[in-house]
């Protein structure tokens, strides 16, 4: 099983930028699909984005869909989520997962991913 540690959120006015990361160790990286995931307070953990191991193919959810942006460092094995435009909406704790040997149409759905990391806060202020 992978470790997942997420790092980079806080707190932002809406129409800013946020970096998140996801730093993952224990076993190797490849062949790895990895997703975030996001989720507020009373509600169910919803999808993100997501990405193939080789980085060739990305997902994204309507409601981030052209703000939001997934890419990964396999050598450094850190996947990244770039946050523009951030809206009073986006506020939640966003977690990061991995998938093994994933399909590219299973990766916007939450079972079948085996690691989940802690989270980290993102608050978008208007």
């Known amino acids: 099983q992978v470790q997942l540690v997420e790092s980079g959120g806080g707190l932002v006015q809406a129409g800013d930028s946020l970096r998140l990361s996801c730093a993952a160790s224990g076993r190797t990286f490849r062949n790895y699909a990895m997703g975030w995931f996001r989720q507020v307070p009373g509600k169910e953990r919803e999808f993100v984005a997501a990405i193939t191991w080789s980085g060739g193919t990305t997902l994204y959810a309507d409601s981030v869909k052209g703000r939001f942006t997934i890419s990964r460092d396999s050598a450094k094995n850190t996947v990244y989520l770039q946050m523009n435009s951030l809206k009073p909406e986006d506020t939640a704790v966003y977690f990061c997962?991995?998938?093994?040997?994933?399909?590219?149409?299973?990766?916007?759905?939450?079972?079948?991913?085996?690691?989940w990391g802690q989270g980290t806060q993102v608050t978008v202020s208007s």
């Open positions: 997962a991995a998938k093994f040997a994933a399909k590219v149409a299973s990766l916007s759905t939450e079972p079948g991913y085996d690691s």
